[in-house]
């Protein structure tokens, strides 16, 4: 696929991999057991809910591998600093959850393995190409994708109902259903523009064909004030300036408006629909979810947010072991069965097959009876396959979020904050020692 590399071609854009050793004990403590003798033992570092029940699913259930399990922090709460710490000791898991914005980096780094080899053809013609797409890189193969979250509209179906608001199906539609619930609400909007969103913020720009990255000619290729990311920060900035959204981060003052009925839609990820069942029970009957508006009446193009991969480690010491445990894991019916006991989800997973179980397990009258899941297949199948994410998203995208925040306090835009965000990338590219260009646009 055009734009995409492998560890090799990585490793020749001049980054080296980190020295390993010198350090001990840096793993997480805590394990959900160790192998019965005669067994095969396979080590799983995961944050994603519900892997302990897959894990205890898949041991009783085979008679030559055990899967012992470590549950570790989500990325952002330090548990890709414990992964890189291990790996840096030589002894990172088997297998590991990656979100798909960090694989480049994990790849680039060395500790993602190409498991091209071990991933048989049967099980890569299960997985959708959309989401397979996100982790090959020239050919090859470096994590296994668990599920892909198209981006969607999440919508106060009872008050668009009472208004006879009608589901925007495109983003000036959009625009002018926000003016019109600015000014006939009661302190109510749309939608809220994230300050601390960038993964929104890149969905949103995926469905408008930008494209922050790219490796070719030998050097990483940075755009992330390219024109398309320009014309989605252009978009919510006026409405930003014109009070149809709010300008807040996603956390707690966003969800006490929600609760409230003041925020009007979510544009997020399939996962969001489980999110909210669990968030807010007392709303049940008054959602619904239609596919994101589009920049162009009929437009196919998507973005993805959020979802998550397993990857074998270049540490992994029983590779074959692991990689029949990572294939059950992702291609199953009661691995999804054992992880969905593990409480509300609307997870997407990219097996066919297991649509289906997850729609077995969903409550849809929180949706007022609504197939969700056949509106997720369908939008799923928008989402683009060339979408490049870099070899530092989380420092990328903490310097894109820092400057949004300063957009209330300053004469500075959206437009500014992105071009800062590529301002600052690059120069953190170079001294990791990779050849950068910049896009100029």
């Known amino acids: 696929m055009s734009g995409r590399i492998s560890r090799r071609g990585a490793l020749g854009l001049g980054l080296s991999l980190p020295v390993l050793g010198g350090l001990s004990g840096c793993g997480p403590v805590g394990t959900s057991g160790v192998a019965r003798s ?121 008050v668009f109902a009472d208004r006879g608001y009608e589901v925007p199906t495109t983003w000036d539609e959009f625009a002018e259903l926000g003016r019109r619930i600015r000014d006939e609400g009661e302190g109510e909007r749309i939608a809220i523009f994230p300050t601390n969103g960038g993964t929104y913020f890149a969905g949103w720009c995926q469905q408008a064909g930008g494209q922050w990255f790219e490796a070719r000619d030998g050097a990483w290729h940075v755009g992330l004030a390219d024109e398309p990311t320009r014309r989605v920060a252009e978009f919510w900035q006026r409405l930003i300036d014109d009070d149809v959204v709010a300008l807040m981060p996603d956390g707690q003052e966003f969800d006490a408006m929600l609760s409230r009925g003041q925020i009007l839609t979510r544009l997020s990820g399939a996962w969001d629909a489980g999110a909210q069942m669990s968030a807010r029970p007392g709303q049940s009957g008054q959602w619904g ?119 209330p306090a300053t004469d500075e835009t959206l437009v500014d904050a992105v071009r800062a965000a590529e301002a600052g990338t690059i120069p953190d590219l170079r001294a990791l020692g990779l050849t950068v260009e910049e896009q100029k646009g």
């Open 38 to 158: 005669g067994k095969t033992q396979v080590t799983f570092w995961s944050s994603i809910r519900g892997s302990h029940e897959v894990v205890k699913a898949f041991n009783e259930t085979h008679d030559d591998v055990e899967v012992v399990f470590n549950q570790i922090p989500t990325g952002g709460e330090g548990g890709y600093a414990i992964l890189r710490n291990a790996a840096r000791a030589g002894n990172a898991p088997d297998v590991v959850t990656l979100e798909y914005p960090q694989v480049p980096g994990f790849v680039i780094d060395g500790i993602a393995a190409d498991i091209s080899d071990l991933m048989g053809q049967d099980l890569q013609e299960k997985i959708q190409p959309e989401a397979l797409a996100r982790t090959t890189y020239d050919g090859r193969i470096y994590s296994v994708p668990n599920d892909l979250e198209p981006m969607l509209l999440h919508y106060r179906s009872d």
């Open 289 to 407: 979810i239609a596919p994101l508006p589009q920049w162009e009446a009929g437009a196919g193009s998507l973005g993805d947010h959020g979802g998550s991969t397993f990857a074998l480690t270049s540490d992994s010491r029983e590779p074959e072991a692991a990689m029949e445990f990572l294939s059950w894991q992702v291609s199953h019916p009661d691995s999804m069965r054992a992880r969905l006991s593990a409480g509300t989800s609307s997870m997407f997973p990219v097996v066919e097959e297991l649509v289906g179980v997850a729609r077995e397990t969903f409550d849809e009258s929180y949706y007022g009876g609504q197939d969700i899941y056949s509106l997720f297949a369908q939008e799923a199948a928008k989402v683009r396959d060339d979408w490049n994410w870099g070899p530092r998203m989380t420092s990328t995208l903490n310097v894109m979020q820092d400057n949004f925040a300063r957009v």
